[in-house]
């Protein structure tokens, strides 16, 4: 679970407000729901994943994913 919140905050910083490569406003929409926090983070990762995923097939596999700053 440590792994997967790591994950979501590193693509978080690319994808979300103020993101290194863009802002997908679906983010927002899932990080506003409330429900259930478990399941939200489940969505969150496979739409940050899917959002990276995209993103690497428009601008190349071999594209660093190291933050910059």
């Known amino acids: 679970m440590a792994d997967e919140c ?3 905050l590193r693509l978080l ?4 407000e103020n993101g290194v490569r863009g ?3 679906r983010i927002s929409e ?9 399941k939200q ?8 994943r899917s959002i990276h995923d995209e993103w690497k097939r428009k601008h ?7 933050l910059v700053e």
């Open 6 to 8: 790591s994950e979501i």
């Open 23 to 25: 802002y997908d406003g």
């Open 41 to 48: 983070l489940k969505q969150l990762s496979r739409l940050l």
């Open 13 to 16: 910083r690319l994808y979300g």
């Open 60 to 66: 190349g596999a071999g594209q660093s994913d190291t």
């Open 30 to 38: 899932i990080v506003r729901r409330d429900p259930k926090p478990y």
